[in-house]
């Protein structure tokens, strides 16, 4: 077979200029546009990255803000714990107090019923110490010798109580 040196030539420079036109129209932007989808995928997975990394972040932050949360609420229910004996304890003591004051007014009232019946007491034996000794005596006593016998009686009978 005979190969045709003008044709093949022909062959050859038609697609020299074929593959310089397809470079330069073709190529070129198909490279370009090759290369900014490369960009653009490269950028992505910034993004992404760059979006995982603050996911994180936040993720971490409000792991923090919720342990934060968890101590502040046992801070509270600690103080209220704290609050609520120390209210206890200041309610008993008030009460004791109060026991107390009430043991002490009832003791004083008792302590001025006492006085009081020991003096009707003095009062009725002396009188009727006064009419026992008159009906024993089977005389009467002017008042000034009355008078004597119950002092000295009331002497005698505060001595014994």
């Known amino acids: 077979m005979e190969i045709a040196l ?3 030539l022909i062959q050859i420079l ?3 200029l074929l593959f310089l036109l397809l470079k330069k129209y073709a190529f070129g932007p198909l490279v370009k546009v090759m290369v900014q989808r490369q960009e653009n995928i490269r950028e992505q997975i910034n993004m992404a990255e760059k979006n995982r990394q603050e996911a994180e972040k936040l993720l971490k932050e409000q792991n923090e ?9 046992h801070e509270i229910v600690e103080r209220a714990r704290v609050n ?7 309610i008993i003591e008030t009460a004791r107090r109060e026991a107390e004051r009430i043991k002490e007014q009832a003791i004083q009232e008792i302590q001025h019923e006492r006085e009081k019946a020991v003096e ?7 009188t ?5 000794a008159s009906k024993i ?8 010798e009355q008078s004597k016998l119950i002092d000295d009686f009331m002497k ?3 001595e014994s109580l």
């Open 6 to 8: 003008g044709s093949f």
């Open 14 to 16: 038609a697609f020299a």
């Open 65 to 73: 803000a919720i342990q934060k949360a968890r101590v502040e609420a």
């Open 84 to 90: 609520s004996v120390k209210q206890a304890d200041e």
């Open 120 to 126: 009707a007491l003095r009062e009725q034996v002396g």
């Open 128 to 132: 009727l110490s006064v009419l026992l």
């Open 137 to 144: 005596i089977e005389k009467e006593l002017d008042v000034k």
């Open 156 to 158: 005698q009978v505060g």
